[in-house]
């Protein structure tokens, strides 16, 4: 069945760390995307991606780093994380050739750093 | 930039009772609207959406919307919720023509006593 795959589902961390938020799709999507979600706010869109080795930053500034080396997969790194980085990540995926872009999304990242 | 304002934060309603939920947006343009809705423990996923055609929009589970271009809003609408609706809705619109990346509302928390 096609879906969207996130791991870990939660996480807990030091500070200073470094972490690697996996995100795999078999919906067979060119485009990719990683949300921040705070409770009682609008979901954040932090990097996204049209392909292979096509990677932009959202409109959240994000100390994270992305990558597009396969199309399934859009991992999202933290080099040094920090207290102020605890959130939920959401990773979501669309069809380039959908007319009006619906998203699809994982079952999300719940990070919390200590 | 567009935005997106959800004007109910936080709805408590008992089983039986009508729901209404309010989304404006501030764009000009031809946009798409979506519904989306989370409920506890399982990924977001999609409600309902407007991309043309008739303005009242029938969703999953009995929800609908209906799209005033005039009062740029898409109020989400279920006559009868049940304690099964219990859940966060988010609203969110992109721009045809554009990116069609979303812009998110801030999310309404319901919860349906039973």
């Known amino acids: 069945e096609a879906d969207i795959y996130q791991t870990p589902r939660y996480l807990v961390i030091g500070t200073g760390k470094k972490i690697t938020l996996e995100c795999s799709q078999t919906?067979?999507?060119?485009?990719m995307y990683w949300y921040q979600q705070d409770p009682g706010m609008e979901l954040h869109l932090i990097h996204y991606?049209?392909?292979?080795?096509?990677?932009e930053k959202g409109d959240l500034s994000s100390e994270s780093t992305v990558s597009r080396i396969r199309t399934e997969h859009f991992p999202l790194t933290l080099e040094s994380a920090r207290p102020s980085h605890t959130s939920q990540y959401l990773c979501?995926?669309?069809?380039?050739?959908?007319?009006?872009?619906?998203?699809?999304f994982g079952p999300g990242t719940r990070l919390t750093v200590l | 930039a567009q935005s997106v304002s959800q004007h109910n934060h936080h709805v408590i309603l008992s089983e039986a009772a009508s729901l209404e939920l309010g989304c404006n947006y501030s764009?000009?343009?031809?946009?798409?609207l979506f519904w989306y809705v989370q409920y506890p423990g399982q990924h977001l996923q999609l409600l309902l959406k407007?991309?043309?055609?008739?303005?009242l929009v029938k969703g999953i589970k009995g929800f609908e919307a209906e799209f005033i271009k005039s009062k740029f809003s898409f109020n989400l609408r279920k006559p009868s919720v049940q304690w099964s609706d219990t859940a966060e809705y988010f609203c969110?619109?992109?721009?045809?023509?554009?990116?069609?990346?979303?812009?998110f509302g801030r999310g309404t928390s319901l919860i349906v006593h039973p």
């Open positions: 764009y000009g343009g031809t946009v798409n």
């Open positions: 991606s049209y392909g292979v080795n096509s990677t």
């Open positions: 919906m067979g999507h060119d485009k």
């Open positions: 969110a619109v992109n721009v045809r023509g554009g990116s069609y990346i979303p812009t």
């Open positions: 407007y991309f043309s055609g008739d303005p």
């Open positions: 979501a995926s669309s069809d380039r050739q959908s007319p009006d872009n619906e998203q699809f």
